[in-house]
């Protein structure tokens, strides 16, 4: 069972950045999508950027110029970027993939954008 691990989460104001971290377990390989959603109360989970092993990338049109997804294969790591941050942005961030063994979620850190 890969297990994912989000860190880089806190405060911060607005036009701030922060740069989150997902640490996989093992490395993933082959055919897969690895991603960011995020989620606040009441709503339901929303893809943020996703990264899929043919190098294509997507985002949110929310985000487009604002977040950057990316991925350090010799550290098992998927990386976000987020620069210019709103409050609109506060949420809980969860690291997703799905590849061959399944699909799997991280525990989620927490982005708050406040002044």
């Known amino acids: 069972q890969v297990q994912l691990v989000e860190s880089g989460g806190g405060l911060v104001q607005p036009g701030g950045s922060l740069k989150l971290s997902c640490v996989a377990s093992?490395?993933?390989?082959?055919?897969?999508?690895m991603g960011w959603y995020r989620q606040t109360p009441g709503k339901q989970r929303e893809l943020v950027a996703s990264?899929?092993?043919?190098?294509?990338?997507n985002y949110a049109d929310s985000v487009k110029g604002r977040f950057t997804i990316s991925r350090d294969n010799a550290k098992n790591t998927l990386y976000l970027q987020m620069n210019n941050l709103k409050p609109e942005d506060t949420a809980v961030y969860y690291c997703k993939t799905v590849w061959a063994r399944g699909t799997h979620w991280g525990q989620g850190t927490q982005v708050t954008v406040s002044s």
């Open positions: 990264f899929t092993s043919g190098g294509t990338t």
């Open positions: 093992e490395r993933i390989f082959g055919d897969y999508v």
